[in-house]
């Protein structure tokens, strides 16, 4: 069945993956399977499995049919090697970088990173003795210099949050293959609908699926998805891996070290709401998409807005990469400035439809002000390095009727 769906659009493959087994009731959902242990038919058949020659669920930390029908979907989707499901989009990043590198190795990435990435590279994954080496992505031998013997990956975000700066990913892969690096892509801005992103070099993505996957804020979890085009002989960490599961070694690692270890698990009923959140997530995209055109074109045209952040905007300098890489859908999160702090404040507090919260891709349309929020704990130094102003508002665009959001915007700037 599958090879019959290769070549149907997007939404038709998300609701047509089958299961990984025939389900008995021939059910058109996948069936929430709450359970911690699974019954084996004897004692070989489960020695077999421990030992890696039985495939079959154990223990719901490690797997489950509702967790690995959400991966199969996925890998579907993006075409990948194999995915893996885990409890958040932290936990995702986190257990990428941890099985990647070893204590004295070193990572390269980008100065405008979301607020908690650049914490976990910067603090916590730093006690431990790995090395965050920052860097301006956009320019090539900037990168280059901070490369050495101990460096495993670049890792960046196809846009940045809430800079909205899209990377140039095709010099980015080929500084990775030239040095023989990793390269990972944080794409939760750019969902597989829109980016193919082993076709410009990605090895590795991660996703914050709390965010598009979930289908509106239902639930929280991360995805770890190999494109299957890394040679992993070149990193050290997982030589004794690769004789025994040779192209899938770093799923592998991740199932039987880094993440089974951790504990960072996906739950089940999470799990069924990401499956309902893929069948519609082309849906949704384009209609916050088209919404944030709308919204740029009020935005730009009002005499209080100072400026205005977002790509897929033909006035926006990133346009071209946007087209390039992202069908000129680069994600539905905006920016823009006001006057000042205080204008930010009032503007936010006079909202009547749009809500004052913190996360992204939700149906509904939410604003936050990164500087007083998300980076409160960074110094000011570390603020101007991320382009973090004061008089920047971060607008996660819904799927309203965008007359009644931009009424609401206008009855607020006025």
Same mark, same amino acid.
């Given at each position: 069945?599958?090879?019959?769906?290769?070549?149907?659009?997007?939404?038709?493959?998300?609701?047509?993956?089958?299961?990984?087994?025939?389900?008995?009731?021939?059910?058109?959902?996948?069936?929430?399977?709450?359970?911690?242990?699974?019954?084996?038919?004897?004692?070989?058949?489960?020695?077999?499995?421990?030992?890696?020659?039985?495939?079959?669920?154990?223990?719901?930390?490690?797997?489950?049919?509702?967790?690995?029908?959400?991966?199969?979907?996925?890998?579907?989707?993006?075409?990948?090697?194999?995915?893996?499901?885990?409890?958040?989009?932290?936990?995702?990043?986190?257990?990428?970088?941890?099985?990647?590198?070893?204590?004295?190795?070193?990572?390269?990435?980008?100065?405008q990173l979301?607020?908690?990435?650049?914490?976990?590279?910067?603090?916590?994954?730093?006690?431990?003795?790995?090395?965050?080496?920052?860097?301006?992505?956009?320019?090539?031998?900037?990168?280059?210099?901070?490369?050495?013997?101990?460096?495993?990956?670049?890792?960046?975000?196809?846009?940045?949050?809430?800079?909205?700066?899209?990377?140039?990913?095709?010099?980015?892969?080929?500084?990775?293959?030239?040095?023989?690096?990793?390269?990972?892509?944080?794409?939760?801005?750019?969902?597989?609908?829109?980016?193919?992103?082993?076709?410009?070099?990605?090895?590795?993505?991660?996703?914050?699926?709390?965010?598009?996957?979930?289908?509106?804020?239902?639930?929280?979890?991360?995805?770890?998805?190999?494109?299957?085009?890394?040679?992993?002989?070149?990193?050290?960490?997982?030589s004794k $891996?690769? *004789?025994?599961?040779?192209?899938?070694?770093?799923? @592998?690692?991740? %199932?039987?070290?880094?993440? /089974?270890?951790?504990? #960072?698990?996906?739950?089940?009923?999470?799990?069924?709401?990401?499956?309902?959140?893929?069948?519609?997530?082309?849906?949704?995209?384009?209609?916050?998409?088209?919404?944030?055109?709308?919204?740029?074109?009020?935005?730009?045209?009002?005499?209080?807005?100072?400026?205005?952040?977002?790509?897929?905007?033909?006035?926006?300098?990133?346009?071209?990469?946007?087209?390039?890489?992202?069908?000129?859908?680069?994600?539905?999160?905006?920016?823009?400035?006001?006057?000042?702090?205080?204008?930010?404040?009032?503007?936010?507090?006079?909202?009547?439809?749009?809500?004052?919260?913190?996360?992204?891709?939700?149906?509904k349309t939410?604003?936050?002000?990164?500087?007083?929020?998300? $980076?409160? *704990?960074?110094?000011?130094?570390?603020?101007?390095? @991320?382009?973090? %102003?004061?008089?920047?508002? /971060?607008?996660?665009? #819904?799927?309203?009727?965008?007359?009644?959001?931009?009424?609401?915007?206008?009855?607020?700037?006025?």
């Amino acid at each position: 069945m599958m090879n019959a769906l290769k070549k149907t659009g997007f939404t038709t493959l998300a609701l047509n993956v089958p299961y990984a087994k025939n389900d008995p009731h021939n059910s058109l959902q996948m069936p929430l399977y709450e359970t911690v242990a699974f019954d084996f038919e004897s004692a070989e058949q489960m020695e077999a499995n421990f030992r890696g020659e039985y495939a079959a669920h154990v223990y719901s930390r490690s797997s489950s049919p509702t967790v690995e029908y959400f991966e199969l979907k996925l890998k579907a989707l993006t075409e990948s090697q194999g995915v893996l499901a885990v409890s958040s989009g932290m936990a995702a990043i986190a257990d990428v970088l941890l099985s990647v590198t070893k204590a004295g190795d070193n990572i390269i990435s980008g100065h405008q990173l979301f607020g908690h990435t650049y914490a976990l590279l910067s603090q916590t994954l730093g006690e431990f003795g790995l090395e965050a080496r920052f860097s301006d992505l956009k320019k090539k031998e900037e990168i280059e210099m901070l490369v050495d013997e101990n460096t495993r990956a670049i890792y960046f975000e196809t846009v940045t949050n809430p800079q909205l700066e899209i990377a140039d990913i095709e010099m980015l892969a080929e500084v990775a293959q030239k040095h023989g690096l990793l390269l990972i892509a944080d794409s939760t801005l750019t969902p597989p609908n829109v980016f193919r992103a082993s076709k410009f070099g990605v090895n590795v993505e991660v996703v914050s699926a709390t965010k598009y996957f979930s289908g509106g804020a239902t639930s929280f979890g991360g995805v770890i998805i190999d494109h299957g085009n890394y040679d992993w002989s070149l990193n050290p960490n997982f030589s004794k $891996y690769i *004789e025994k599961y040779g192209q899938n070694a770093f799923i @592998a690692r991740l %199932r039987k070290n880094i993440y /089974r270890n951790t504990g #960072g698990s996906m739950a089940p009923q999470t799990a069924k709401f990401m499956i309902q959140g893929l069948d519609i997530l082309e849906l949704r995209v384009e209609k916050c998409y088209q919404n944030c055109l709308a919204l740029g074109a009020f935005m730009q045209s009002h005499a209080k807005v100072k400026a205005v952040g977002y790509p897929g905007l033909k006035s926006d300098s990133d346009y071209p990469l946007a087209k390039k890489y992202f069908c000129g859908v680069p994600g539905t999160i905006m920016s823009f400035d006001l006057e000042s702090k205080e204008a930010c404040f009032e503007f936010m507090n006079k909202l009547n439809v749009i809500r004052r919260a913190t996360n992204l891709n939700d149906n509904k349309t939410l604003i936050i002000h990164p500087y007083s929020t998300i $980076y409160a *704990e960074f110094s000011e130094e570390e603020r101007a390095k @991320a382009n973090i %102003r004061d008089t920047m508002i /971060r607008l996660s665009v #819904g799927i309203e009727n965008v007359e009644d959001l931009i009424a609401d915007m206008e009855q607020a700037l006025a």
